[in-house]
T-cell receptor, first 114, second 118 residues
Framework: DSGVTQTPKHLITATGQRVTLRCSPR?????VYWYQQSLDQGLQFLIQ???????AKGNILERFSAQQFPDLHSELNLSSLELGDSALYFC?????????????FGPGTRLLVL | AQKVTQAQTEISVVEKEDVTLDCVYE???????LFWYKQPPSGELVFLIR??????QNEISGRYSWNFQKSTSSFNFTITASQVVDSAVYFC???????????????FGTGTRLTIIP
């Protein structure tokens, strides 16, 4: 158990809908990262927050947004869902924000868009 | 841009055999960090090891060992006396330094699916 929690574990929804994925980092970690794992794209970095502020952005679609709250938990919002958004979404956390930090991953949220 | 290549898509070995998973990386950073993660069938990503670019000392942890060679930009992972529980997808990853915004993220390889046959 990495100490990173993600809810829900599974999510099934329809095209055009909006969902929110939630992540709680390990105790003491200030950085939260979101990654998407799909069969065709592999593991892709989406976005990083550090202590409430956006730190780095990857290949995140405009339909997707995220935020980190004062208690350091983070939410990833996916809207106008398409079939291709079906994937495993991981949250990871680390103490700091640098590349030297080890990122510990949560169990993931498996999203299926029908 | 950073890149990680895991050329072996799938490997199958019989239990107790040794197996090496290859990882080759590309980066323009002079300081960088290399990682291995394991993804068992249950789906979670489990951290195995982190290596700094300025430390080329090889590391052994039980049945696992890692060979970092800067000259060939490789960071290979060997499992000795493999066990069925080692069956998983293994990912090699690379991150850069804080001064290059965006390089702090992990860039993953495509993974190697390892199957240990009993």
């Amino acid at each position: 158990d990495s100490g990173v929690t993600q809810t829900p574990k599974h999510l099934i929804t329809a095209t055009g809908q909006r969902v929110t994925l939630r992540c709680s980092p390990r105790s003491g970690d200030l950085s939260v990262y979101w990654y998407q794992q799909s069969l065709d794209q592999g593991l892709q970095f989406l976005i990083q927050y550090y202590n409430g502020e956006e730190r780095a952005k990857g290949n995140i679609l405009e339909r997707f947004s995220a935020q980190q709250f004062p208690d350091l938990h983070s939410e990833l919002n996916l809207s106008s869902l398409e079939l291709g958004d079906s994937a495993l979404y991981f949250c990871a956390s680390s103490v700091g924000s640098g590349g030297d930090e080890t990122q510990y991953f949560g169990p993931g949220t498996r999203l299926l868009v029908l | 841009a950073q890149k990680v290549t895991q050329a072996q898509t799938e490997i199958s070995v019989v239990e107790k055999e040794d197996v090496t998973l290859d990882c080759v990386y590309e980066t323009r950073d002079t300081t960088y960090y290399l990682f291995w993660y394991k993804q068992p069938p249950s789906g979670e990503l489990v951290f195995l090891i982190r290596r700094n670019s300025f430390d080329e000392q090889n590391e052994i942890s039980g049945r696992y060992s890692w060979n970092f060679q800067k000259s060939t930009s490789s960071f290979n992972f060997t499992i000795t006396a493999s066990q069925v529980v080692d069956s998983a997808v293994y990912f090699c990853a690379l991150s850069g330094v804080i001064s290059n915004f965006g390089n702090e993220k992990l860039t993953f390889g495509t993974g190697t699916r390892l199957t240990i046959i009993p």
